[in-house]
């Protein structure tokens, strides 16, 4: 089999830099194969011990890891704020903040969710028989992650993996290798035995190797074009994925809102985090009736953010983009409103790594900054009329990670909301549902596969052990059983009509020949 570019001249280390500023944050190793392997043999090794602790003893293992990250939170921030680019505020209320929440409700919650359970099994119940489930952990979870919450997003699957009695293995984005080696090293501060958690740092090549490497799931967050090579790569050894994936998340207003709260949270919605978030606003459609007025405000408040980046935490409120590649991808969703004919109402320009935040209107679901997912500081401002056009128009995406409907009427937003081929529809509200860890993380369509977070999270990382007991098995053979006899015909199909014939009249006649037969069909024997 060939492997991707595994090419002589792949550099040995990665330099992390301050996308803001240029200024070298660091150096990493370019992590290949034989250190990937390494990492998860180690991972392996580690799990068996760390399997056989109770929930409890899991759980104190995170309140450590919690605690230090909650007296180190300022710290925290600032690594990830120069390693984006952005201030330290947005680091510290986006990407560090939401893990203690969700370390809290994993460190209560995981042995209630996981615990062993009673199925129903109808008839079968009334046999003898019992069913019951059990969760068991898969093993060691690889999870590759991106950087544009390079805490949060792999933090809080690691918790969750290693409450399910996982151990982990963390490969960060090329971009933010630091945020990663700084999660290994809390984990080492507080003592927890070598292996439990690996962190491989390097580039899609190392990602590429962890997915080869026999762990034994992966948890992948990032582009949807990247989700598919690494399906591909996994289907080979048949390595289940969770796959959060892109969006383009719509903004539904109805012309009953509050112009001037909505607006706020249309602005924070669509520029938070230079727009790089896969939750961001990317898309607004505005009840005609409050159009002009929407737009007019909005862009009133986008000219008042401050594009800049500093060492003073809230000095500025939209940092740089990551990297070259993400500015090229956002001037050209630039470029073709502007060659298409829409208008840049404000914005629009960039300076080294940063842009500034953008509003479009007089565009439509032909223009790439409607249809395709830009990842940067635009908003492009739609109108429509009725409630199904609203609907139509926000449905008509490929993508389906978050929507958001804004309303008074609660009745009619919740109506709608059922109408949206989206995993998260938040009502008068966006972007925040990922930090909320109760609740399920995910995409439809090509915005992902499974869940993170929430009961349905922590599913995903265990497997599921049905065990059927059988309590007259040591007392008598079945009437299925060999040797295939008249007698075993006659009473299958008495026993078909006594479950489901609609006829009492043909049950009753079935049930006295099955009382008739079952001792005489039960010794019949090879
Ligand atoms: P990418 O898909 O470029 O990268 C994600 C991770 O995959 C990185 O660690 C990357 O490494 C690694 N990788 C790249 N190629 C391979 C490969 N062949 N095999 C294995 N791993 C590989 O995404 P970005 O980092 O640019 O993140 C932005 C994207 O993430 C956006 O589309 C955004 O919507 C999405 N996202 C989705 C979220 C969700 O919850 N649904 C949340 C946050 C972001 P390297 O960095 O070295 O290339």
Not at 63 to 69: N, T
Not at 460 to 467: G, P
Request: charged share 25%; hydrophobic share 40%.
């Amino acid at each position: 089999m060939v492997l991707r570019t595994e090419i002589t001249e792949r550099p040995p280390l990665l330099r992390s830099i301050n996308p803001a500023t240029g200024e070298k944050i660091g150096e990493f190793p370019n992590m290949g194969k034989k250190e990937v392997d390494e990492a998860v043999s180690r991972a392996k090794e580690a799990q068996k011990f760390w399997a056989e602790l109770s929930f409890e003893e899991r759980g104190e293992w995170i309140y450590k890891f919690k605690e230090f990250v909650r007296k180190n939170i300022e710290d925290i921030a600032e690594v990830i704020s120069q390693e984006k680019g952005v201030s330290r505020m947005e680091a510290l209320i986006s990407d560090v903040f939401p893990i203690l929440d969700l370390a809290d409700f994993y460190i209560k919650n995981t042995q209630k969710i996981l615990r062993r359970e009673k199925i129903k099994i109808g008839v079968w119940g009334l046999l003898g028989r019992e069913s019951e489930i059990e969760y068991f952990p898969y093993g060691v979870i690889g999870i590759i992650s991106p950087w544009n919450f390079p805490f949060s997003i792999p933090v809080g699957q690691i918790i969750i993996a290693l409450m399910a009695g996982n151990t982990a293995v963390l490969k960060p984005s090329e971009f933010t290798p630091k945020t990663g080696v700084t999660v290994k090293k809390i984990f080492d501060e507080i003592g927890i035995p070598k292996g439990i958690l690996e962190v491989v740092t390097g580039d899609g090549y190392t990602g590429e190797m962890l997915v080869r490497s026999g762990v034994d799931k992966i948890f992948f967050t990032g582009s949807t074009t990247t989700g598919a090579k690494i399906m591909k790569t996994a289907a080979e050894s048949l390595t289940p994925v969770v796959m959060e994936l892109g969006g383009k998340d719509p903004m539904i207003v109805f012309d009953d809102v509050d112009l001037d709260i909505t607006t706020d949270a249309a602005v924070f919605g669509s520029f938070f985090n230079t727009g790089q978030v896969c939750a961001s606003v990317e898309r607004i459609y505005v009840h005609k009736k409050i159009f002009n007025d929407f737009v007019n405000l909005m862009v009133e408040k986008t000219k008042k953010l401050r594009v800049g980046y500093s060492k003073t935490p809230y000095e500025y409120d939209i940092g740089s983009v990551i990297s070259e590649k993400q500015l090229e991808k956002v001037k050209e969703h630039i470029e073709n409103v502007i060659e298409k004919g829409g208008k840049v109402l404000t914005g629009g320009r960039t300076n080294k790594l940063f842009i500034e935040p953008t509003i479009f209107v007089d565009v439509d679901h032909s223009f790439k900054a409607v249809r395709e997912e830009t990842f940067g500081p635009t908003a492009p401002i739609m109108k429509f009329e009725t409630e199904d056009e609203a609907i139509e128009l926000a449905n008509d995406s490929e993508y389906g990670l978050t929507a958001s409907v804004w309303t008074k009427d609660l009745t009619k937003a919740k109506r709608i909301a059922s109408k949206l081929n989206f995993a998260t529809v938040m009502i008068n509200d966006n972007l925040i549902t990922h930090a909320i860890p109760q609740t399920p993380w995910g995409g439809t369509k090509k915005s992902g596969i499974g869940r993170t977070h929430g009961k349905e999270g922590l599913l995903e990382m265990v497997q599921i052990r049905h065990i059927h007991t059988n309590k007259m098995g040591q007392k008598m053979r079945q009437p299925w059983w060999y040797p295939f006899t008249k007698e075993k015909y006659e009473f299958s199909l008495a026993l078909t009509n006594l479950l489901h014939s609609p006829s009492l009249k043909e049950k009753m006649s079935s049930l006295i020949k099955i009382a008739k037969e079952i001792g005489k069909v039960s010794k019949q024997k090879l």
